[in-house]
């Protein structure tokens, strides 16, 4: 019985994270309609990436500009991810996991993500490795 109640919070989250994840851009982007060319342009090369836990992580480069810039993504996702979450019964926590396993599934050949055991890598044209938490 408990499992049960487990799977269907768990496909609720996934549902929820989805449809966010649909709304932003894939979680690629900042959450609001215009893509910030500064973001893009650290995508791109590499200075940022996908983190497991659905924000986003310098990964080299750090600058007080660059570091501004991500965390103010970051707390526009936290909102998203607080009001989502709130909305799946789910905490931010599970929510955000959630919503990083799909960023990083998204990702394209060449940008970075966070593996499973915290370093950064780049993504090939394989399967990102995700988190065994991963829906």
Same mark, same amino acid.
């Given at each position: 019985?408990?499992?049960?109640? #487990?799977?269907?919070?768990?496909?609720?989250?996934?549902?929820? *994270?989805?449809?966010?994840?649909?709304?932003?851009?894939?979680?690629?982007?900042?959450?609001? *309609?215009?893509?910030?060319?500064?973001?893009?342009? *650290?995508?791109?090369?590499?200075?940022?990436? #996908?983190?497991?836990?659905?924000?986003?992580?310098?990964?080299?480069? #750090?600058?007080?500009?660059?570091?501004?810039?991500?965390?103010?993504?970051?707390?526009?996702?936290?909102?998203?991810?607080?009001?989502?979450?709130? *909305?799946?019964?789910?905490?931010?926590?599970?929510?955000?996991?959630?919503?990083?396993?799909?960023?990083?599934?998204?990702?394209?050949?060449?940008?970075?993500?966070?593996?499973?055991?915290?370093?950064?890598?780049?993504?090939?044209?394989?399967?990102?490795?995700?988190?065994?938490?991963?829906?």
């Amino acid at each position: 019985m408990q499992r049960g109640l #487990e799977n269907r919070k768990l496909r609720r989250i996934v549902l929820a *994270a989805g449809a966010v994840a649909l709304a932003l851009g894939g979680l690629a982007g900042p959450a609001y *309609a215009e893509r910030d060319p500064a973001y893009d342009a *650290a995508r791109a090369s590499g200075q940022v990436g #996908e983190k497991m836990d659905g924000y986003l992580g310098i990964v080299t480069g #750090e600058t007080p500009e660059l570091r501004r810039l991500i965390s103010d993504i970051n707390i526009k996702r936290r909102a998203v991810y607080a009001q989502k979450a709130q *909305a799946a019964s789910a905490t931010i926590e599970e929510y955000a996991l959630t919503a990083g396993c799909l960023a990083i599934a998204r990702t394209q050949p060449g940008e970075k993500y966070q593996a499973p055991d915290g370093g950064w890598r780049t993504r090939t044209t394989a399967p990102p490795v995700r988190d065994a938490r991963c829906p």
